[in-house]
């Protein structure tokens, strides 16, 4: 099941819904809530579903104090995420759990690159993404998942934009250095 | 004489400098290059970058659509149930009582803190110090009473000081005690009374100090009245029975029976005295009293006392 395309706007709503309108806010839950979710799995979060509840209504309580437009709503969204997921990591106090997802079956491009990525089980990406440390993955999934730019990201992280640039950098040459030696090892 | 290199344009202690070949701006151009080619992976644009970038450029396009197709998650009824409920917004009515209660508490903690640090000065009204003495002694926190002020801090104090003696002291009425002149005052003591020295009656009672808040005769601060013709606490009748230590008084008469241990300071004294553990120090005072026991010396050189004590347990006096 592929979500509804989110509002490509979110000003809007966001104004109907400090308005007291329960119909905008859960057009912003349709448009966040997924999203918030992914992020949230990629990191390696557990239960997902209840953790992203917990942010919404986190987000539903403090609304009347946000002021911003649909971009700046949606930074202020994953900037809760992060900090509950970070909340979530210490109460566990564990290992990120890896999530057991079925391998989706995609469509064959010709470009076996490609294909090979999209063949790859969710678990693999995951297994991708957990050779980048902590920051570094929260910078990936931030600017990728998230749709997230440089400045929003480090707001969220409560970094300077060039420290951003600085681990994202590193992390994609992870990522490459990785993604070279799989290949080489496919070979 | 120095040595130099073969070389004489090179020297090994600098860092050479750049030279005209060298490419400065490079390590920025690359910095630049690395920033562009990052947005252009983030974004999963393949097409113009290295080739060793496309598989980390496909990564992130995968990751990303991956995300999109990520289901929306059923929304819990606690969530809906605060949708419904409306708490998005505070009220203003919720947000000021949480402001007024915060002002509230505000309040009560600095009355209760100049409250305390009052109390613990002694320097409330009278009333009040006693009220939050007694409060704060249900907490086990010892404030004092108002009572409990020195330097004539309170009128209890001033009443207590110089209140005249119920018998002044007739020079010699009833001397011939060798006791202390002006003796503190004991609740049911009988009064070492002083020596009159000139006095051929019954022994002089020293006069007393003034008594704290009319309790028992009893007092622990010297008399602040300088002049006061003493008052007897507690004493009935200044009927000397005791012996007092041998006096200093060089002309006495009189004889003291008192009980007052400690030497009386009253150069003319006509007091009364018994049982007091603070010296007095009315120099003049008249007083009565009751005293049992050995007085110590007393320093009257001059002393009539009167043997008559003050009936009254309290020794309310002159105002100075």
Known sequence: MTRPEPPTDLTDAVLAAKAGSVAAFEDLYRALAPTVAAYLRWNGVGDVESLTNEVMAQVHRNLGRFTGDGTAFRSWVFTIAHHRMVDERRSVSRRPVVIEREVQETAVTGDAELDALDALSDQELQSLLDVLSPDQRAVVLLRIVADLPIDAVASALGKQPGAIKSLQHRALATLRRHLERERIHHD | ?320
Do not use: C, Y
């Open chain 2, 1 to 320: 004489m120095t040595e130099r290199w073969p070389d004489a344009d090179v020297d090994p202690t600098r860092i050479p400098g750049p030279s005209p070949g060298d490419d400065v701006g490079g390590m920025g151009a690359i910095a630049e290059f690395d920033a562009v080619f990052d947005e252009a992976v983030v974004a999963g644009a393949s097409e113009d970058l290295p080739v060793e970038l496309v598989p980390v450029a496909r990564f992130a396009t995968e990751l990303r659509r991956r995300a999109r197709r990520e289901p929306v998650p059923p929304m819990s009824a606690a969530l809906r149930a605060q949708l419904v409920q409306g708490a998005a917004t505070p009220t203003p009515v919720a947000r000021a009582a949480r402001r007024s209660l915060v002002l509230a508490a505000a309040a009560v903690a600095a009355v209760v803190a100049l409250l305390s640090a009052g109390a613990a000065q002694n320097r409330l009204p009278t009333r009040l110090q006693d009220v939050v003495s007694s409060t704060a002694g249900l907490f086990g926190v010892d404030v004092p009473r108002a009572d409990e002020r020195s330097g004539g801090g309170s009128l209890t104090d001033q009443d207590d000081g110089g209140r005249p003696a119920a018998g002044p002291g007739a020079p010699g009425a009833q001397g011939g005690g060798t006791g202390p002149a002006d003796g503190p005052v004991g609740s049911e003591g009988q009064g070492a009374t002083p020596a009159d020295p000139n006095g051929p009656g019954e022994p002089a009672t020293p006069a007393t100090p003034p008594e704290r808040s009319g309790r028992d005769g009893r007092s622990t601060t010297p008399p602040s009245h300088p002049n006061g013709e003493g008052s007897s606490a507690g004493g009935a009748e200044g009927q000397g029975q005791g012996q007092s230590p041998p006096p200093s008084n060089p002309q006495g008469g009189g004889s003291s029976a008192g009980g007052n241990p400690t030497p009386p300071s009253n150069p003319r004294g006509a007091g009364t005295g018994g049982g007091n553990q603070t010296p007095p120090s009315n120099p003049a005072g008249g007083g009565t009293g009751k005293g049992q026991g050995q007085s110590p010396p007393p320093s009257n050189p001059n002393g009539a006392g009167t043997g008559q004590g003050g009936p009254s347990a309290t020794a309310p006096g002159q105002r100075r």
